[in-house]
């Protein structure tokens, strides 16, 4: 039956995925251009998901705080490789009260300019260190192809700044970020990624060193899922944040910054969904189990009502359908489309025989369970699901990961979608000619041995091994 409602994968990812987004009611375009509406359900997503990577991070003894939308432009200026890197992407605010402005105002695109001005203030003796601050907040970039979830000119998005007294915390810092999102992304989110640094050519404007977690979606291209960025001293002597050591030496301090957006909703959705709608992890499940009431007779309706107060007591989140005036087809496809984990159909058939309908959304399977421990039952499928959506993230993100070593061979495959594992002589000369040839960029340096002892390239001595790709 959704069929007829989502165009196929194989047929049309784009098109299929903008289907699901639609058809799941998790968003749609804003009034502005490349602006986004985040619906009811799309929002209960990202609020399951906001929690349960907060409290990681909170874990790592980061504070929340929030800093300004408006961010001068003097303050840009101070780092010359972070406006470069960020100036088409800027809005900027030029009259404001019917007047022009002294200094244009940019719309913050990332707040390293901002916070970093206040860490100069804030941080004066090594006492005060390290200083670990994290913001839930919205950020606007101006993208040229607007895609919902994936790249929006306004977006939600959590991002970390923290600053140490040496370089070798915040190298150790941003290494300690990178793994909490890898654990979030593996353990909540149930998509398996490949962490890596990446190349100077794909590297946070203003950075030393980028770390970052990607995914493979299901049409074989990468997706840029979290990353986390050294900038060493680079912030730090632009906007002159210094410390006294406990000899009362005057030291710059290092710092970094880390985030992650709604883009992991977009990945999740890639990665998990079918031709039937979404799958959502139970993790991030804003209803993990829906009983469906087929009729509305009184014995059904006490059997859902009860059955509802067993799971909810459970510490299950559960929601009863009992919308028995629209029809349990229409029903059934809707909360497959949202990509509930679990379906308990209950009806007056199942009430004579004793027997409920258990409904796995990951594998679409039927079971028929004693009435008496279908909550039991369906509570117990959750961590099942949960793990099995996980392992074919896995299964499929292995399966799809080839080594290369011949460019011509590689420019021909590379249109057919997957990571492919390849030597690289790290020179950006290699990465121009690699993107302009094949359309792919290098994902990220991983730890293995080369495919080939010369580079994938230029025939050059191969210094790093890498994954590269096609990506959004």
């Known amino acids: 039956m959704t069929r007829a409602v989502l165009t196929p994968q194989a047929e049309d990812f784009p098109a299929w995925y903008q289907d699901v987004v639609a058809r799941a009611e998790l968003a749609e375009n804003g009034p502005a251009r490349g602006s986004m ?21 909170k874990g790592t003894g980061a504070l929340n705080a929030a800093f300004p939308l408006f961010v001068p432009m003097s303050f840009l200026e101070k780092e010359k490789q972070h406006v470069e890197g960020f100036s088409p992407e800027l809005a900027v605010v030029t009259h404001g009260g019917g007047e022009q402005l002294a200094e244009p105002l940019v719309v913050r695109p990332t707040s390293e300019t901002v916070v970093n001005h206040y860490f100069a203030r804030w941080v004066q003796s090594h006492r005060d260190l390290p200083l670990m601050l994290n913001l839930w907040n919205n950020v606007v970039r101006w993208e040229l192809r607007p895609r919902l979830f994936l790249r929006t000119t306004e977006f939600l998005w959590q991002e970390g700044h923290t600053v140490h007294a040496t370089y070798a915390e915040a190298v150790e810092e941003t290494r300690r970020m990178l793994e909490v999102y890898r654990r979030f992304m593996e353990e909540t989110l149930a998509i398996s990624v490949a962490v890596g640094e990446k190349s ?89 189990v829906v009983i469906l009431q087929i009729d509305a007779q009184q014995g059904t309706a006490d059997a859902a009502r009860h059955l509802e107060a067993e799971l909810s007591g459970l510490g299950v989140r559960t929601h009863l359908d009992a919308r028995t005036h629209t029809s349990f ?8 489309l949202k990509g509930v984990p679990v379906r308990i159909e209950l009806g007056a058939r199942e009430l004579t025989s004793g027997r409920a309908t258990l409904v796995r959304r990951d594998d679409r399977s039927k079971s028929a369970v004693p009435l008496d421990g279908a909550a039991r039952a369906a509570a117990a499928l959750l961590d099942e699901i949960q793990r099995a959506l996980f392992a074919a993230s ?77 990506a959004y």
């Not at 509406?37 to 349960?52: K, S, T």
């Not at 030393?208 to 680079?234: I, P, V, W, Y």
């Open 37 to 57: 509406v985040v619906r009811p359900w799309g929002y209960a997503i990202w609020e399951l998901l906001q929690a349960d990577m907060d409290r990681r991070i």
């Open 200 to 288: 100077a050519g794909e590297r946070f404007a203003g950075a030393d060193q980028t770390f970052t977690c990607e995914a493979l979606m299901r049409d074989g291209k990468a997706l840029q899922m979290g990353t986390s960025h050294n900038l060493g001293h680079n912030f730090a002597r632009a906007f002159d944040i210094r410390y006294s050591d406990a000899d009362g030496v005057s030291r710059h301090a290092a710092t970094t910054s880390w985030g992650t957006s709604t883009r992991m909703i977009g990945g999740m959705i890639m990665v998990h969904g079918d031709d039937h709608g979404l799958r959502l992890p139970p993790a991030v499940a804003p209803h993990q």
């Open 329 to 336: 087809g229409r029903r059934s496809v809707d909360w497959e």
């Open 394 to 470: 896995r299964r499929f993100r292995e399966e799809h990961t080839v080594p290369v070593t011949d460019l011509d061979e590689f420019a021909r495959r590379v249109a057919d979608g997957g990571l492919f594992l390849a030597a690289w002589s790290g020179t950006e000369e290699s990465e121009r000619i690699l993107r302009e040839r094949t359309g792919a960029t290098i994902r990220c340096l991983v730890d293995a041995d080369p495919p080939a002892p010369t580079c994938l390239v230029t025939g050059l001595p191969a210094a790093h091994t890498v994954l590269i790709g096609r």
